[in-house]
């Protein structure tokens, strides 16, 4: 079965930090730029991170610029999000998944299919 699994959040207060990770299962994700999205209450999905195939070239938007970071194993098939300086904006489902492009954002469904169950991150203020 081809799926994702992220993990990693929780409950924190501002400025606390969390490193989210992404499992992939069932097909390798070496081949595939990655992204992490988040979807807050009653928002639309937001990317805001990508990482390349290669792990060389990361984007990030503006609002986690400089306290997010993507890295990926694809040794150990994951991919990960460290954030620091977490804010209570930051709370949101986070969820991972494959993209066309490292700085698109756009969705590829040919890799992993549907969404995980995301993993949810909580920042009190």
């Known amino acids: 079965q081809v799926r994702l699994v992220e993990s990693g959040g929780g409950l924190v207060q501002a400025g606390e930090s969390l490193r989210l990770s992404c499992a992939a299962s069932?097909?390798?994700?070496?081949?595939?730029?990655m992204g992490w999205f988040r979807q807050a209450p009653g928002k639309e999905r937001e990317f805001v991170a990508g990482i390349s195939s290669s792990g060389i070239r990361t984007y990030y938007t503006d609002s986690v610029k400089g306290r997010f970071t993507t890295s990926r194993d694809n040794a150990k098939n994951t991919v990960y999000l460290q954030m620091i300086s977490l804010k209570p904006e930051d709370t949101a489902v986070y969820y991972c998944?494959?993209?066309?492009?490292?700085?698109?954002?756009?969705?590829?469904?040919?890799?992993?299919?549907?969404w995980g169950q995301g993993t949810q991150v909580t920042v009190s203020s």
């Open positions: 998944n494959a993209v066309d492009a490292y700085n698109s954002g756009r969705y590829y469904s040919n890799a992993f299919g549907s």
């Open positions: 069932g097909r390798t994700l070496t081949m595939f730029a």
